[in-house]
């Protein structure tokens, strides 16, 4: 991971699909100029342990999910409040406007 740290990952980070691979996810700052695409999922995680994620919902309204969120070394846990199911991923690297996961 280039940048180390929580601090590195807090922020509002969307989903690049374009520039996804085989074996990893792209995520950019809300602030990146995406290319034209119908609905991204995105998280935004805060610097007190919570987030938020979006999601495209069934009629193009986004689907909102809330949880709380933490760094154990390089894997970047998030785990929803309720039935929603969280997420865990290794991240690969922060690289000032680019987040990379692994899938």
Do not use: I, N, Q
């Not at 590195?8 to 990146?32: C, I, K, L």
């Not at 760094?71 to 846990?77: A, F, I, S, V």
């Amino acid at each position: 991971m280039a940048a180390k740290g929580a601090d590195a990952v807090v922020g509002h980070w969307v989903h690049s699909h374009e520039e996804d691979t085989d074996a990893e996810m792209v995520y950019r700052p809300a602030s990146y100029r995406f290319p034209p695409s119908r609905g991204r999922t995105s998280f935004e995680l805060r610097g007190d342990g919570s987030y938020v994620e979006r999601s495209p919902g069934p009629v193009d309204v986004p689907v909102e999910s809330k949880g709380s969120w933490s760094l154990e070394g390089d894997r970047l846990l998030l785990g929803a409040e309720g039935d929603e199911p969280g997420h865990a991923w290794e991240v690969k690297a922060v690289e000032g406007d680019r987040l990379t996961l692994r899938k």
